[in-house]
């Protein structure tokens, strides 16, 4: 195989890699967009400027300006060295538990108090004659009961230290395979 033609399969293969986690970390809230960035700039071995993202990912400036923010609110990704005519570029951040209290503390916890939020209002628009009577009361109280148990047990999670959680992720890690 040429120079070129292995090139063009790694560039495929480093692609089809992207996009399949674009696709699974939709499932974590994000965009596909957001996880074509995330892995374009964690597999690569230097930090990636925003015309280079642009180039691998193949959107416009503008989504690609808006993912690379929201990877950066998150802690997913940070800020690298400038270049030249001061062009920004990015690199992952390496570190997981840092990166998991992030986006459990500044998304999930937020999601869980609008959950919450909703549930309520439900509640009480049924207590109040106001919602087709095909809608349980009961179950609306269970599932305002799980969200608080789903938000205490977050809310416990975050109280951990760093290395507490490290501890778990690599007692986690020796069940593979």
Same mark, same amino acid.
């Given at each position: 195989m040429?120079?070129?033609?292995?090139?063009?399969k790694?560039?495929?293969?480093?692609?089809?890699?992207?996009?399949?986690?674009g696709?699974?970390i939709k499932?974590w809230?994000f965009?596909k +967009?957001?996880?074509?960035?995330?892995?374009?700039?964690? +597999?690569v071995?230097k930090?990636?400027?925003?015309?280079?993202?642009?180039?691998?990912v193949g =959107?416009? *400036?503008?989504?690609? !300006?808006n993912? +690379?923010?929201?990877?950066?609110?998150?802690? @997913?990704?940070q800020?690298g060295?400038?270049?030249?005519?001061?062009i920004?570029?990015?690199?992952s951040? !390496?570190?997981?538990?840092e990166?998991?209290? !992030? @986006?459990?503390?500044?998304?999930?916890?937020q999601?869980?108090?609008?959950?919450?939020d909703?549930?309520?209002?439900?509640?009480?628009?049924?207590?109040?004659? *106001?919602?087709?009577?095909?809608?349980? @009361?009961?179950? @609306?109280?269970?599932?305002?009961n =799980?969200i608080?148990?789903a938000t =205490?047990s977050? *809310?416990? +999670?975050l109280?951990l230290?760093?290395?507490t959680?490290?501890?778990w992720?690599?007692f986690?890690?020796t069940?593979?395979?």
């Amino acid at each position: 195989m040429s120079l070129m033609g292995s090139k063009s399969k790694n560039n495929s293969l480093e692609h089809d890699l992207a996009n399949r986690i674009g696709d699974f970390i939709k499932y974590w809230g994000f965009s596909k +967009i957001d996880g074509q960035i995330w892995t374009y700039v964690f +597999i690569v071995n230097k930090p990636l400027s925003t015309p280079e993202i642009i180039e691998r990912v193949g =959107m416009s *400036k503008a989504s690609v !300006s808006n993912s +690379i923010q929201k990877l950066l609110d998150f802690n @997913v990704i940070q800020k690298g060295p400038q270049l030249n005519a001061g062009i920004q570029t990015f690199e992952s951040n !390496s570190d997981l538990v840092e990166v998991i209290f !992030s @986006v459990l503390r500044n998304r999930e916890l937020q999601l869980m108090s609008k959950s919450a939020d909703a549930c309520e209002l439900l509640k009480r628009s049924l207590e109040r004659g *106001k919602q087709p009577s095909h809608i349980s @009361v009961n179950k @609306v109280n269970d599932l305002q009961n =799980m969200i608080k148990d789903a938000t =205490m047990s977050l *809310k416990f +999670i975050l109280s951990l230290d760093k290395e507490t959680l490290k501890d778990w992720i690599e007692f986690m890690q020796t069940f593979k395979d």
